[in-house]
């Protein structure tokens, strides 16, 4: 495995590469980040893993500075699954003050969007350049984040790009709660609370596959119950899954989407239903 931390040293040594699989992070591997490099193993014969913190997706009251930067034992976790580790500075990602950027789909503004204004701006400005940088045939994304594989997936279709987009299934642990490099902010007492956010997920999930109708009704009991446990709850919206618009009754492709606070933590999770 070789890291890598120019854009330069990267091209030339992808230059004779024809069959690149990529997985883009922020570092801070868990086992849900390296469940998408062993499928992008399965995907290509080169696999390349970018570990950036990007300055662009970060609002001014989140939390960038504090961010973990882990690339030592990232690495470790990487041997014998990547074949390159792209790690570049913040000034090789910008050489020069970003002044354009990737301009999202309406969609950005919503959900997460509604509460992180401008992440999603940042986060295709930054994941189109790094695609220019690595120039993959294939790249991973996890469901876990569902709205921003739906609007990397929209770019990717928009800007005619001859990349494959791979969604990958959310990686959990044992008592259900979706893996993320947050979890580590979790007290031990909200960790074993932090479950019932996939649990409200699944027993909704399962009203629907009931023939339920009414989708603000269903959205409502569950932000209900998560307040009624301590939560503080951004969002929980039923959607369809081809482009998270709001779905009619007939829909048949849904995902239910949320986001909440358990103490100073945010967490997102998503289940998606067909009925």
Request: proline share 5%; glycine share 8%.
């Amino acid at each position: 495995m070789q890291l890598i931390h120019t854009v330069a040293e990267l091209r030339a040594r992808l230059a004779s590469e024809k069959a690149v699989a990529f997985v883009p992070t922020m570092g801070n591997l868990h086992e849900g980040h390296i469940e998408l490099v062993r499928l992008a193993r399965s995907r290509g014969s080169c696999v390349v893993v970018s570990i950036f913190v990007n300055p662009l997706q970060f609002g001014p009251n989140e939390d960038f500075d504090k961010y973990p930067r882990t690339l030592e034992a990232d690495c470790e976790k990487l041997q014998g699954l990547a074949d390159v580790v792209f790690a570049p500075a913040v000034t090789d990602m910008y050489p020069e003050q970003q002044t354009l950027f990737v301009e999202p789909p309406p969609i950005a503004s919503e959900l997460c969007g509604e509460f992180r204004p401008g992440h999603f701006r940042g986060v295709a400005t930054v994941v189109l350049k790094l695609f220019n940088q690595v120039q993959p045939q294939v790249a991973v994304f996890g469901k876990k984040d569902y709205q921003q594989l739906a609007i990397i997936r929209s770019m990717v279709t928009q800007f005619n790009l001859p990349i494959l987009i791979v969604g990958a299934e959310t990686t959990r642990a044992a008592d259900g709660l979706a893996l993320s490099s947050r979890n580590q902010y979790l007290s031990a007492e909200e960790r074993t609370e932090a479950a019932f956010l996939s649990q409200i997920l699944s027993g909704m999930g399962e009203t629907l596959k009931g023939g339920a109708v009414g989708y603000v009704a269903r959205e409502r009991e569950a932000a209900a119950a998560l307040a009624k446990r301590g939560w503080q709850v951004e969002y929980v919206s039923v959607r369809k899954q081809a482009d998270l618009g709001v779905p009619g009754e007939a829909e048949r492709r849904l995902v239910i989407l949320v986001a909440a606070r358990l103490g100073k933590t945010r967490l997102i999770d998503n289940i998606e239903v067909c009925l």
